[in-house]
Antibody, heavy 116, light 109 residues
Framework: EVQLVESGGGLVKPGGSLRLLCAASGFTFNTYNMNWVRQAPGKGLEWVSSISSSSHYIYYADSVQGRFTISRDNAKNSLFLQMNSLRVEDTAVYYC?????????WGQGTRVTVSS | QTVVTQEPSLTVSPGGTVTLTCASS?????????PNWFQQKPGQAPRALIYSTSNNHPWTPARFSGSLLGDKAALTLSGVQPEDEAEYYC?????????FGGGTKLTVL
């Protein structure tokens, strides 16, 4: 059974940092691209970043470019999102999702709140 | 800034048929945008329904179908059930970048 479990969310002040983790199981992690997608309270889905299976290709939304860094550890079946210089508008539930010609399996999300 | 546009809301009667659309600010949506569709109910994570325009995931009910309709991607629900009331999102690929539509709130009434 494919499982994606996010962790690392929490309350942080503007300008602060957080590192999110997505633990994957139930599939061959190192053969799939992975995504981070977020959803602000009461708002729609926003794609944040993608990383290819070998980390060779990495993409970011303009809204997080230069502040967020996606990475993965295929030996530990783990996906990461390092978030720096956080802003109030980064407040959201962050989901990781496996990408197979589109995000097919999703985690339940981890909540990030940026507030003073 | 690329914008993907969906109908904000639609209403359908149980047993009816409804089509949701997904347009791109860059022009016509083609299969090369690999249109995906997702369903999200309150308090839940999104669930993938359709990938690459018209392919159903193994768990997607047969009443959901995807297509290209004119210059847009489309999601059609046939024989709508009360449990289909949800928010629906499309996703388009622009090379390595992905953009979600704003979502369509589907009411079954």
């Amino acid at each position: 059974e494919v499982q994606l479990v996010e962790s690392g969310g929490g309350l942080v002040k503007p300008g602060g940092s957080l590192r999110l983790l997505c633990a994957a199981s139930g599939f061959t992690f190192n053969t799939y691209n992975m995504n981070w997608v977020r959803q602000a309270p009461g708002k729609g889905l926003e794609w944040v970043s993608s990383i290819s299976s070998s980390s060779h290709y990495i993409y970011y939304a303009d809204s997080v470019q230069g502040r967020f860094t996606i990475s993965r550890d295929n030996a530990k079946n783990s996906l990461f999102l390092q978030m720096n210089s956080l802003r109030v508008e980064d407040t959201a539930v962050y989901y990781c999702a496996r990408d197979d010609v589109g995000p097919d399996y999703w985690g339940q999300g981890t909540r990030v709140t940026v507030s003073s | 800034q690329t914008v993907v546009t969906q109908e904000p809301s639609l209403t359908v009667s149980p047993g009816g048929t409804v089509t949701l659309t997904c347009a791109s600010s860059t022009g016509a949506v083609t299969s090369g945008f690999y249109p995906n569709w997702f369903q999200q109910k309150p308090g839940q994570a999104p669930r993938a329904l359709i990938y690459s325009t018209s392919n159903n995931h193994p768990w997607t009910p047969a009443r959901f179908s995807g297509s290209l309709l004119g210059d847009k991607a489309a999601l059609t629900l046939s024989g709508v059930q009360p449990e289909d009331e949800a928010e629906y999102y499309c996703l388009l690929y622009y090379g390595g970048v992905q953009v979600f539509g704003g979502g369509t709130k589907l009411t079954v009434l």
